[in-house]
Nanobody, 121 residues
């Protein structure tokens, strides 16, 4: 059974850090792209970052460049999103997704259940 499970969300103060994890099961990350997205209630889903597992190529939306870092551990079949210098605007639900080609492109084939990030003082 193919599954993506996010973890690591939580409550943090502005300027703080969180590391999100996306653990894959039922398939291996090699040759796939894994993306992180965020979506609030009633809002459009935004792409945040993406990594191509085979060569480590990465993509970031401008609003997170310099603050977020995506990485992968193929041995653990897990992708991480290190989020530093968090801002209240980063508050929302974060999802990871896998696309079964080595390109960061829609449509993604598998989605996790999401993890809530709240940045507030």
């Amino acid at each position: 059974q193919v599954q993506l499970v996010e973890s690591g969300g939580g409550l943090v103060q502005p300027g703080g850090s969180l590391r999100l994890s996306c653990a894959a099961s039922g398939f291996t990350l090699d040759n796939y792209a894994i993306g992180w997205f965020r979506q609030g209630p009633g809002k459009v889903r935004d792409a945040v970052s993406c990594i191509i597992s085979s060569d480590g190529s990465t993509y970031y939306v401008d609003s997170v460049k310099g603050r977020f870092t995506i990485s992968r551990d193929n041995a653990k079949n897990t992708v991480y999103l290190q989020m530093n210098s968090l801002k209240p605007d980063d508050t929302t639900v974060y999802y990871c997704a896998a696309v079964l080609v080595p390109l960061c492109q829609e449509p993604y084939d598998y989605w996790g259940q999401g993890t809530q990030v709240a940045v507030t003082s």
